[in-house]
């Protein structure tokens, strides 16, 4: 635990100006930042008695060990800056909502010659028009299947749509007429967009227009005594009156606003918000966050909008914000909102009539929110909690290992070795840190040497962080004159070992800064010693590793001869056993990846700089391979793109790889001609996996 007056800025030292603050930890990483209209006042707030303190704001003062400032012009640029290092550096100590899953929206694919309607999640695209978020997807496409009556907008996959156009027939929705076609030609481009414009128009509120139309042609047809035209139009006014009943009117004045509610405790926060278009609400949305600093309902709603608004820009933000607290001060969050829009932005508490009516329903899902969430994770945090002290206990471990990092070998028949590393931090998968490794130290099955290497070539990049920033000066036994040496083939540190460069020293997280309290290794005794043995060589002691064998799900340590035994029930081999077991899942995916890759592999994949356009053009033109390599010059020449140097290559690595003698059927003699296969990709590495014998197949490790 740091002294906070170990690292505290002299007096004079710290500008009275707007600006952003990041407190780092000592290895580096910024564990929080946070903006202040003047900032020796603020940082002045954190160096005082620590009695004084709140118990959060106490804890990240002893976990930094040291403070930086950026002076900025205005409190908007402060609060843009504050979000853009928060979001870039996630910082442990602050404010960061999550939820558990991700919202779906209707879009509408408007950058698209034909315009498609789907349900997406994620980020947003450009060029793609929102709608939502909706709690459900069923709900989108309920709402969806009941507006294709009126606006038949494509909605089909781009392969779907393709072999429609191939074929000339269109998918069901064709038949059927909820869709009009575009891809056998039955309505043209211009008039398939504006239909999608249509449909985007009332799905943003714009919903009297389209009804009087098809009541007044409703009416005309029954005048003309068009009968069956009249009951569809009838029908199609009702399909519309029902999608809008899906969403009931809250607003009586057709407001464009969204609603904040803010439910909070000492510990934790829930937020709600609901998306309100024509007075509608299109969308609802809900985060949950840990209060791990003292904090206002104000600061939580600027947090709040921070996250709502930072990617946003245009009719995305609203014209109205209702919150249930303002921010201080609430003009530079005003006007960052109204840059976000390019118009103004009110920002405001509700304070009488349905406006207020509505935020109190707002509130009251806060509040289910946080008590919902408050019971699932107090199970899951018992839980964790108690796995972690059983694995502390059973491998008499002075603390409960916090980070844990588990480490498996996977390969086929010896072919294509590769290693995993995933992390676990708090019981929970930090898969952002996960890496994979390529076996470069020799050729051949060896897992016990395999673990080993990457053991070494792990912590050796940790020694190197440590050593750039003078916390260690390299160990006796790995180091030459001074000049840290290669240990069974692996490189030393700053020597390229296939993985990619660390990021600088800017507190950004970084691959092998962190040491874990835990090594877990897949395997027994041998793979548990070769472990212990790679971290002894590199003069690491402090660094407890134990492995998992899958037979009996016993748990080994070094130097015993017999394993510890966890109880079945135990939550502690509960989680070993689920470390173990995405380490497997992760080493098991990069290794058939890497196969497929390598089967899928031949002679076109040698000739630099041809692409995947240009080979599949190749192989379309010709073919096969074998008819490629059988061509002249002149007529690989005349493939769309290649020239006249790219031909003469192709040539070159054609004829290098050429088989050296035709196969011959060993019974009759005969001289057996097979066109080989498509070394583009696709059904190759299928025809080349099927050949393996049967005591190749699925022998993965």
């Not at 196969?595 to 995947?612: C, F, I, M, Q």
Request: charged share 30%; hydrophobic share 35%; glycine share 8%.
């Amino acid at each position: 635990m740091a002294d906070p007056s170990s690292y505290r800025p002299r007096p004079g030292e710290i500008p009275d100006s707007p600006g952003v603050y990041r407190f780092r930890d000592e290895h580096r990483r910024v564990i929080y930042v946070g903006k202040a209209k003047s900032l020796r006042q603020r940082l002045a707030n954190y160096f005082q008695d620590l009695a004084n303190l709140h118990p959060r704001t106490r804890s990240m003062v002893t976990t930094a060990a040291s403070v930086e400032w950026t002076v900025v012009s205005t409190e908007v640029e402060a609060l843009q800056l504050e979000y853009s290092w928060i979001k870039e550096y996630d910082p442990r100590f602050n404010v960061k909502y999550r939820d558990d899953k991700s919202y779906p929206y209707l879009a509408v694919t408007m950058n698209e010659e034909f315009p498609r309607v789907q349900v997406m999640r994620g980020h947003k695209r450009k060029g793609v028009r929102y709608f939502g978020p909706y709690a459900h997807a069923w709900a989108i496409r309920d709402t969806v299947d009941l507006l294709l009556r009126v606006f038949p907008v494509r909605t089909c996959s781009a392969g779907v749509f393709k072999n429609a156009e191939r074929t000339g027939r269109p998918c069901l929705l064709g038949y059927i007429g909820k869709c009009s076609a575009p891809c056998v030609g039955r309505i043209s481009p211009e008039d398939h967009y504006e239909l999608a414009e249509e449909f985007c128009d009332f799905m943003a509120g714009r919903t009297g227009t389209y009804l009087r139309r098809l009541e007044k042609q409703m009416a005309e047809a029954s005048d003309e005594m068009e009968y069956e035209r009249a009951a569809r139009l009838r029908d199609d006014v009702g399909a519309l009156k029902k999608a809008m009943e899906k969403n009931a009117v809250v607003l009586a004045d057709a407001t464009d606003a969204d609603l904040i509610a803010v439910a909070e405790d000492e510990l934790e926060a829930a937020v709600q918000i609901f998306h309100v278009r024509g007075g509608r609400v299109r969308g609802q949305r809900g985060w949950v966050t840990d209060k791990v600093e003292e904090i206002t309902t104000g600061a939580l709603v600027e947090h709040a909008l921070q996250q709502l608004y930072g990617e946003e820009t245009g009719d995305a933000v609203p014209k109205e914000v209702l919150v249930p607290a303002l921010p201080d001060p609430v003009e530079p969050v005003q006007e960052w909102l109204t840059g976000r829009r390019g118009a103004n932005v009110s920002l405001r508490i509700p304070q009488r009539g349905d406006k207020k009516a509505l935020m109190e329903t707002v509130q009251r899902n806060a509040q289910q929110a946080l008590v919902l969430h408050k019971t699932k994770r107090a199970s899951d945090l018992t839980t964790r909690s108690r796995a972690l002290e059983e694995i502390a206990e059973a491998l008499d471990l002075d603390s409960a290992p916090l980070r844990i990092e588990c480490y498996d070998i996977s390969h086929l028949q010896g072919d294509d070795v590769v290693a995993s590393m995933v992390v676990f931090e708090d019981g929970l998968q930090r898969k952002n840190e996960y890496r994979r490794f390529q076996i470069k130290g020799f050729a051949g099955q060896d897992d016990v040497r395999s673990m080993h290497e990457v053991i070494t070539r792990r912590f050796r990049r940790y020694l190197a962080e440590k050593e750039r920033s003078g916390e260690w000066a390299g160990a006796e036994d790995t180091e030459v004159n001074g000049t840290p040496q290669p240990v069974d083939g692996v490189p030393a540190p700053g020597e390229d070992d296939g993985l990619t460069a660390l990021k600088d020293d800017d507190g950004r997280p970084r691959k092998f800064a962190y040491p874990p309290q835990l090594v877990v290794v897949d395997g027994g005794r041998p793979q548990v010693a070769a472990a212990r043995r790679a971290l002894d060589e590199l003069g690491i002691d402090d660094i407890a590793v134990c492995g998992l064998a899958k037979r009996l799900e016993e748990v080994w340590v070094p130097g015993e001869e017999d394993p510890v035994v966890l109880p079945r029930s135990s939550e502690g081999l509960y989680l070993l056993q689920r470390v173990r077991d995405e380490a497997h899942r992760f080493a098991i995916t990069y290794q058939r990846a890497k196969r497929a890759k390598r089967l899928r592999s031949g002679p076109l994949d040698e000739v630099p700089g041809l692409g995947e356009t240009r080979k599949q053009a190749l192989i379309k033109h010709f073919g096969s391979v074998k008819r490629l390599r059988a061509a002249t010059l002149e007529q690989i020449q005349e493939v769309p793109g290649i020239g006249r140097k790219t031909a003469e290559t192709i040539a070159v690595a054609l004829a290098r790889s050429a088989p050296a003698a035709p196969a011959v059927n060993t019974a009759t003699g005969e001289i057996i001609e097979e066109e080989e296969p498509d070394t583009t990709g696709g059904s190759s590495g299928e025809s080349v996996s099927a050949g393996l014998p049967d005591d190749r197949r699925g022998q993965e490790t």
